[in-house]
């Protein structure tokens, strides 16, 4: 018996050391991050993640759950670091520092306007994580962005700056291609995640039905099947078959659907908050809504307008419990984060002009009033806004359930948590320079632009042959660029042939806020001088005329005098010549109808696509080679 025992001692002993040497060598590996020398569940990488949220759920206190339901723009300085600079000015004065924010609201979501290099978006990310790392719970910050992939001829777009350069959507649209869309969505993927963004704040949804809307140039165009395929596309190329900690997780908006505006003014501002939909035409818009329901997009954003008698009460859409919760939530099963647009909360003061917010229909509702209506409508986080205090003060006076809270803090955490923030956040920074702008983006950039260039009219035998005997007029053009194609004239009676590059008219609004000025507002027609100039060019010359459409232009006098016509939406100067001189192939078809008239545009109705009588370009036209 003494054998036996002495026996099993030793077995015993042999496993005791070994466990105790594994242990040594392997240690298990998880971030503590709050602190306290073990390993909670939430810090478990191989627990489920509902467990993990659950855990930290009741780990958090009620300032920390407030915090996290509120994303704002943050800065990050030109050299990469993100404390406040002495003497900063424009929008690094106003905005507050990522540690601010962090510190004092409890916030961990951001997103950035500006455009540093790409070296110190990475620098400024990891910057940011490891503020957020010190905190009580270290809980880590999710960074969205606005497209960074575009041309900058827009206020909701940032130039590509070092990033690869493609057409905007509509330009996807105009080549309906849904493979080379999620191809996009894989390398912009790739191009974020390099820098630490982690969710997009696109695609844009809504369906281009009122030509005159200022952000059309953000859509797919105006026909919802064909902005559908697109959107789904898109989604996969972002966030993959399902979200994971390779994705880049999309906020698809504007549910649902921002793009009927009564006479195409934009409600971001109080000049007009509806909108209409007098062809009764609600459920068209949202098409493309359903293709990223199916694509699994993992949030949504609402617009700030009202659907003007549509639901039981004139609100907007964040504050409408119908949309939200009875349409969103109930009908379409959508249990992903609902993030309203930015600023429906607060005034934002702009120098000596106060921005008033965007709480249409519901403006003589308190700060704190306005903060519970959008709780109960059934969103999960304001963007724009740094007042969680009142999310606590309404718990805390009974106001609203913390239980409900915790419904909207489960949303956003397992987000966080399936994108693998929480066990690993930070980024290489010398592999993001490698990765961002890599060479075969670019070139498959390039060619997108090019493929999405649209040939409206070809009375000049497109394409051109490039010699060096060719005498060019160029206006909106490089001339450096054009010195590759042929010899540059300095007048048009020199020239063989001219090519001028125009920009979709508008009209700014008369107003004092510098935002609002920037919005492409008004009527779409060429007039005055600046008719007048192009037509006597054209009798000059034989003319062919580009115009950037991010709106439908209205042009029947210039397209009548042209020899050739284009539209891009999006693209360089080398990517339209390339294109004039056979280099490469328009095959970009319109992804909305261009009008023959302004009173065409004003009788057409807000909600309903390509509906105006008689237009110069049918949706879909486009010549090829």
């Not at 575009?150 to 700056?161: G, I």
């Not at 880049?248 to 509806?274: I, R």
Request: with cysteine.
């Amino acid at each position: 018996m003494k054998k036996i025992n002495i026996q099993k001692s030793v077995l015993t002993l042999t496993v005791l050391s070994s466990i105790s040497l594994m242990s040594f060598i392997d240690p298990p590996k998880y971030r503590d991050l709050n602190k306290n020398g073990k390993m909670d569940p939430y810090e478990n990488i191989k627990l489920p993640i509902e467990k993990r949220i659950s855990n930290l759920i009741s780990l958090m206190n009620i300032e920390e759950k407030a915090g996290m339901m509120f994303i704002n723009g943050t800065l990050i300085n030109t050299d990469g670091t993100i404390d406040k600079k002495e003497g900063a000015t424009g929008m690094a004065a106003r905005l507050p520092s990522p540690r601010e924010l962090i510190e004092n609201k409890k916030m961990n979501h951001f997103n950035y306007w500006q455009a540093p290099n790409v070296k110190e978006i990475a620098m400024g990310y990891n910057a940011i994580q490891k503020v957020a790392e010190g905190t009580r719970l270290g809980i880590p910050v999710t960074i969205a962005s606005d497209p960074r992939h575009y041309f900058s001829n827009n206020v909701f777009a940032m130039e590509a700056n070092g990033f690869s350069q493609w057409p905007e959507q509509l330009g996807f649209a105009a080549i309906n291609d849904t493979q080379l869309m999620q191809k996009f969505g894989d390398i912009a993927r790739q191009e974020y995640l390099a820098v630490g963004i982690r969710e997009a704040l696109h695609p844009m949804a809504d369906l281009a039905t009122e030509p005159r809307w200022p952000r059309v140039s953000g859509t797919f165009g105006e026909d919802a099947n064909l902005s559908a395929r697109m959107i789904k596309a898109y989604i996969l190329g972002f966030q993959g078959n399902k979200l994971d900690v390779n994705s880049v997780a999309t906020m698809t908006k504007h549910f649902s659907g921002g793009g009927p505006q009564k006479e195409g003014l934009d409600p971001h501002f109080q000049y007009q908050k509806g909108q209409v939909y007098p062809g009764n035409n609600f459920n068209y818009h949202l098409i493309p809504f359903e293709a990223a329901f199916d694509a699994h997009t993992a949030a949504i954003m609402p617009y700030y307008g009202v659907p003007m008698e549509q639901t039981s009460e004139n609100v907007g859409f964040s504050y409408n419990k119908d949309i939200i919760t009875r349409l969103l939530r109930d009908k379409y099963k959508y249990d992903g984060v609902v993030c309203t647009d930015w600023g429906l909360v607060t005034d934002t003061q702009m120098g000596p002009v106060v921005w008033p917010a965007r709480a249409w229909g519901v403006e003589n509702l308190s700060e704190k009033e306005r903060v519970k209506k959008i709780i109960e409508a059934g969103c999960d986080q304001f963007g724009g806004e740094n007042c969680p205090q009142y999310i606590v003060e309404l718990v805390k006076e009974g106001q609203i359930k913390e239980s409900r809270i915790d419904q909207s803090i489960r949303r956003l955490l397992r987000q966080k948590f399936t994108l693998g923030l929480f066990d690993n956040p930070y980024v290489d920074v010398e592999k993001a320079t490698q990765i961002v702008g890599r060479a075969d983006f670019r070139k498959l950039g390039n060619e997108t632009q090019r493929r999405s260039m649209t040939l409206l009219k070809n009375d000049i035998k497109l394409p051109l042959i490039a010699v060096a005997k060719l005498k060019i007029y160029v206006k909106n053009i490089d001339p450096k660029i054009a010195s590759k194609y042929g010899l540059i004239v300095a007048l048009p009676e020199q020239a063989d042939v001219a090519i001028i590059r125009l920009n979709t008219p508008w009209v700014p609004l008369e107003t004092d806020n510098p935002f609002a000025k920037g919005f492409h507002h008004g009527d779409l027609d060429f007039k005055g001088k600046d008719l007048e100039d192009v037509i006597t060019l054209c009798k000059t010359v034989p003319t062919i005329v580009d115009i950037y459409l991010d709106r439908p232009a209205v042009f029947p006098e210039i397209n009548a005098a042209a020899k050739g016509v284009f539209g891009n939406y999006g693209a360089s100067d080398a990517a339209l010549l390339d294109v004039i001189f056979g280099n490469a192939k328009p095959e970009g078809k319109l992804p909305f109808e261009l009008p023959s008239s302004m009173e065409a545009v004003r009788n057409q109705k807000e909600d309903v696509p390509y509906d105006s009588k008689d237009p110069l370009y049918h949706f879909g036209f486009g010549l090829s080679y």
